[in-house]
């Protein structure tokens, strides 16, 4: 099928190939150099903080991955079992949820919970939870949806009550998509940043917080180095262990083809679907409502004060903090325009390119995979120490931050072309040939069509990853140059209320703005579906 | 027909939706009578053996099973076993977890369930497939293993929905023809639903036409 001359997939793949290589490749090897010391290894690893902090990223790390299967089971239960009215709603409400900016969550709880919690180790828990129910009730729910209910009406025929039909039956059947939930879930919440940075005491720091702290706070470049590595070691293990555990686990159950999905019949049913329902929407509504409730209350009552004075950045008459938030909106916009067009164009040079070459092309999927395996905060710290010397000082660069954020979008652009584009029948492009058509005109007429609709899938994927972007940001970005995400950390740590109001303002702002992309994601995503195949 | 009764289900009435399944059926079992009742697809024969099972909850009517009203009983009190048309083996257990299964439920001890379940194992004629996977079974084999499991359980009454539906036609006879011994040598009250003529007066005493009821 591949019958494109190789000038034309040389030319597709050589931009993506060298921006991967610029600025993924290039500050990975950096970091490796600058952490394979004897003296920074040493260090590191004798010290006891280090300790310290991987143990209290184990150990948040599994609690909050426990706590969220346990609270999400239910739900997942209801959602994939019945159909009610409001279902929909609580169903998008729940993903909204796990697509907002980790400040944005973390500003949240932070609105949420009184002063005397609201920066523990369990309002980071709380956070972590509420983030990745929609992880348990999509991937568990969509297993068992499709289990067949009667596997459970088995059981009960040969005596087994409600609860051991659950643990002997149901639980074992769903184990692999638990295993599946809990694995991504654990790998959100140990390298949790964005929101550790917001709700985190002292004391509260993750091996990411702790790579941020080292290497800006107290420049200790090569420790943290070394904490970046000795974590992404920890990651390809748990991905390893958990393909190997879901591998072993995998049955061959007979899914039904359909949705069990049915309306409660019973009163008793009835009331467990609207007890679990209404915990759900408590569970993820409290937190906005409580974010945007703050953004409105003062000192003195309730105002819209903040809204109206956000570009009132003198805290008193000729007193300024160096944040405008104002500023920061127009920065993230930029920004996140830049880093779509960025993430778009060589999104869209790859996806063509993997789609036509063959192995080759597999190569180039795996590479541009690697950013999103990479976590955020490594990826702007090798970029930080990489880019720092002439003639290679791009520090101060405008287009720096949104070439992150682009380094971290394309993966997203190029799944989901990659994807339809794939489905296009090759026999389209022999007709086309038959025609007359040269095997490049042939491919344009045929394949390149089908990228458009993907491709704008991709783009509002880019912007709202870019609009939220903290990891990454928070090495690279520049005083003045403040996103959203970091004027929101900046504000929600300053004491004073009026600050914290508007740290709360723009919390809701992108709040709002990644809803709406995401919206748009499902509204471009859904008639796509039905196309995609044919 | 006998006196003793086994299985009654009385003025059984099932909607879903708008659609009425059953309106005022009865139908009477004896005990240790095996009864065939037969009906086009979707005429509601499998809906009136899941309200006998519990598994659905009838609008109006009431579930007998030795003359004791189980009506508001959950189903795994009702000592109503029940074969499915797809088997639904626990494809999480191997064969003879499967069939102690029921045993299980009840507390028998492992020593004495595991016991019952090689003999119902060998009484489905396959000895020696205590250890392998269900998935790995035949059609044949899978329905024989549904069927121990069922019986190993003891219920007061069997209830068969389909069982032979979708075995090919030599599988099938024999496997009417066994199912007819074996329910026949353990006295156990059944219901077993069909759209088969033949395999209805292999197996049951009694044939009942489900348009009639």
Not at chain 1, 76 to 95: E, N, W
Not at chain 1, 185 to 194: A, R
Not at chain 1, 270 to 292: N, S, T
Not at chain 1, 490 to 511: E, H, P, Y
Request: glycine content about 8%; overall charge neutral.
């Amino acid at each position: 099928m591949n019958r494109l001359p190789r000038w034309l997939l040389v030319a597709l793949a050589i931009g993506p190939v060298t921006g991967l290589a610029i600025f993924y490749a290039w500050p990975f090897v950096t970091l490796l150099a600058e952490a394979v010391t004897a003296t920074a290894i040493t260090d590191t690893l004798s010290r006891r903080s280090t300790w310290e902090i991987v143990w209290f990223t184990v150990w948040q790390a599994v609690v909050s991955t426990v706590a969220t299967i346990v609270v999400g089971l239910a739900p997942a239960y209801v959602l994939a079992r019945f159909d009610f009215r409001g279902r929909t709603v609580l169903v998008g409400l729940l993903t909204a949820m796990f697509v907002l900016p980790t400040v944005v969550m973390g500003a949240a709880f932070l609105a949420l919970l009184p002063d005397s919690i609201d920066r523990t180790v369990w309002a980071v828990i709380g956070a972590h939870v509420v983030f990745n129910l929609a992880v348990v009730v999509r991937v568990v729910g969509s297993l068992w949806e499709h289990l067949p209910t009667d596997m459970e009406a088995a059981a009960a025929t040969l005596g087994a009550s409600r609860w051991k039909v659950a643990t002997q039956i149901s639980m074992p059947l769903v184990r692999p998509a638990v295993t599946a939930a809990a694995t991504i879930v654990f790998l959100f919440t140990f390298t949790s940043y964005g929101v550790i940075r917001i709700l985190g005491a002292p004391g509260t720091r993750t091996i990411e917080v702790e790579v941020w702290r080292r290497a800006t706070q107290l420049g200790d470049v090569g420790g943290a180095a070394v904490l970046a590595l000795l974590q992404l070691a920890a990651l390809v293990a748990i991905v390893s262990w958990s393909t190997v555990a879901q591998r072993r686990h995998a049955r061959a159950i007979g899914l039904l083809a359909t949705s069990a999905r049915r309306r409660p019949r019973t009163s008793g049913e009835y009331r467990f679907v609207a007890l679990i329902a209404g915990a759900a929407l408590l569970v993820v509504a409290a937190p906005l409502a409580a974010l945007v409730l703050r953004s409105f209350s003062t000192p003195t009552g309730w105002s819209t004060t903040a809204w109206t004075d956000l570009g009132e950045s003198e805290i008193r008459p000729g007193i300024r903090l160096g944040i405008d938030p104002v500023e920061a909106v127009v920065n993230s916009l930029t920004n996140a325009a830049w880093a779509t067009a960025f993430a778009v164009i060589v999104g869209a040079l790859a996806s063509l390119a993997i789609v036509a070459a063959g192995r080759a092309g597999r190569a180039l999927d795996g590479g541009l995979m690697l950013p999103l395996a990479t976590s955020a905060v490594t990826i702007g710290f090798g970029m930080l120490i990489t880019f720092d010397t002439a003639p290679f000082d791009w520090r101060a660069s405008w287009w720096l931050v949104p070439v992150g954020h682009a380094l971290i979008a394309v993966p997203f652009v190029v799944r989901t072309c990659v994807g339809v584009l794939r489905s296009v029948d090759p026999a389209l492009v022999g007709a086309a040939e038959t025609l007359g058509a040269s095997p490049v005109r042939a491919w344009r007429a045929t394949v390149v069509p089908y990228l458009w609709r993907p491709l704008a899938v991709g783009a509002a994927l880019a912007a709202s990853i870019s609009l939220g972007e903290f990891g990454a940001t928070s090495f690279l970005s520049r005083s003045g140059g403040e996103t959203m995400p970091i004027a929101i950390e900046q504000l929600l740590g300053r004491t004073g209320s009026v600050l914290q109001a508007q740290g709360f303002v723009l919390a809701t702002l992108l709040a709002a703005a990644t809803v709406v992309l995401v919206v748009i994601v499902e509204r471009l995503q859904s008639p796509l579906a039905g196309r995609a195949g044919r | 027909m006998n006196d003793h009764p086994g299985l009654d289900l009385e003025g059984v009435t099932v909607s879903f939706g708008q659609l009425r399944v059953l309106d005022d059926t009865s139908i009477s079992v004896g005990a240790s009578e095996v009864v065939a009742l037969l009906g086009p697809s979707g005429s509601g024969k499998s809906t009136l053996l899941r309200v006998a099972a519990g598994i659905i909850t009838p609008d109006a009517g009431r579930v007998l099973v030795h003359g004791v009203d189980v009506t508001a009983r959950p189903t795994h009190l009702r000592g109503v076993g029940m074969v499915f048309q797809d088997n639904q083996l626990f494809p999480h257990l191997s064969v003879i977890e499967n069939v102690a299964f029921g045993p299980k439920m009840a507390g028998v001890a492992r020593s004495e369930r595991t016991e019952r379940a090689t003999r119902w194992l060998r009484r489905v004629g396959l000895p020696g497939f205590d250890d392998r996977r269900v998935t790995d079974l035949s059609g044949g084999e899978a329905k024989r293993v549904a069927l121990a499991r069922t019986l190993a359980a003891e219920p007061a009454v069997v209830l068969l929905d389909e069982p032979l539906t979708g075995l090919d036609r030599e599988l099938h006879d024999r496997l009417a023809d066994e199912l007819a011994t074996i329910l026949r040598d353990t006295h156990v009250t059944a219901l077993l639903v069909t759209h088969d003529r033949d395999e209805a007066t292999t197996i049951a005493d009694r044939t009942v036409q489900l348009a009639d009821l």
